[in-house]
């Protein structure tokens, strides 16, 4: 009990060094600053991050420290906060004094000491959150076999696009395409087989379109394709065009010839409907109207 009071003893005359020692140890850039935005303390990390010694630090404003247009942001930031008071936290993309890019979450507080006003901050990296929060992002949204858009991110952007074509008195096209002999390479060389061709029917695809477009894969060898910013539906028939010549050669697929067609169907807005689900639901209709008229071809219900 006499040892454990003594080193209790101890601890308190050296409270401030402790603490302080504990405050640089965190692996968390803190600082404080006065009501007029100058530095007057900050922790080892915080030097760390600005890339200054504490001396180059306390006692200068962000003006000193930051190119013009960053230390503008702080200096707002921190007039709105003391004139708010309370506290805030907020994500931004930072560089740190070494050149990396690191996510971080603010942690900013107004509080009083001997009757003046100071605010501390923390700075907390969140950039392996954020690094998994993306990666979550991009499986939901992509297709894992080909990389074309999941279904969910097709819905979501045709959505959009509708959105913005009412704001914008504007057309879209939606293009179902399906795989003419898609079964046929399943079924003679095996599935891995029929995955390589996905793949490589995607790329097609992807040679003929836009970078503006988006491509979509619905399932099985079922593929969407979402168009806009085209001024004439000939345009669009054009590109449909463009997207069948690809398909006009062979393509090696495990060390296989093999030959594969597409049947495409268009729909377009505001034409053959005003919502993701008309355009999808008139697209496949088209699409039904080009395999009964002989496969290898596009059709439209513009054109039946």
Not at 19 to 24: A, E, L, R
Not at 165 to 179: E, G, K, T, Y
Not at 238 to 252: H, K, N, P, R, V
Not at 274 to 279: A, G, Q
Request: with cysteine.
């Amino acid at each position: 009990m006499e040892q454990y009071q003594a080193s209790g003893e101890l601890s308190r005359a050296d409270s401030p060094a402790m603490i302080q020692s504990i405050i640089n140890a965190l692996p968390i850039p803190i600082f404080v600053k006065d009501s007029k935005g100058i530095y007057v303390y900050c922790n080892i990390p915080f030097e760390k991050y600005v890339g200054r010694r504490i001396d180059e630090i306390v006692g200068h404003g962000v003006y000193e420290l930051w190119d013009y247009e960053l230390a503008k942001v702080y200096h707002a930031a921190d007039n709105r906060l003391f004139g708010a008071g309370g506290e805030e936290q907020y994500e931004a993309r930072v560089k740190y004094a070494d050149g990396t890019i690191h996510d971080v979450m603010f942690h900013k507080a107004v509080f009083s000491f001997l009757n003046e006003n100071y605010m501390a901050g923390a700075i907390l990296d969140i950039t392996d959150r954020k690094a998994s929060e993306r990666e979550l992002e991009r499986i939901a949204l992509t297709d894992t076999l080909t990389g074309a858009a999941s279904r969910y991110h097709l819905y979501a952007a045709l959505d959009d696009a509708c959105r913005k074509a009412a704001r914008q008195n504007s057309m879209i096209a939606v293009m179902s395409i399906d795989l003419d002999g898609f079964k046929q390479v399943n079924d003679t060389y095996g599935h891995p087989a029929g995955d390589e061709a996905l793949v490589k029917v995607a790329g097609r695809i992807r040679d003929a379109i836009r970078k503006s477009d988006i491509l979509a894969r619905l399932g099985g060898d079922e593929f969407i394709i979402i168009i806009d910013d085209m001024e004439t539906k000939g345009s669009v028939f054009c590109l449909a065009d463009s997207i069948l010549q690809q398909f006009s050669e062979e393509m090696e697929i495990q060390q296989n010839k093999v030959m594969l067609g597409a049947s495409m169907g268009i729909a377009f807005y505001p034409d053959h409907g005003m919502s993701p689900h008309d355009l999808l639901k008139n697209a496949d209709l088209a699409l039904y109207e080009s395999k009964r008229t002989g496969k290898g071809c596009f059709s439209s219900l513009t054109m039946v």
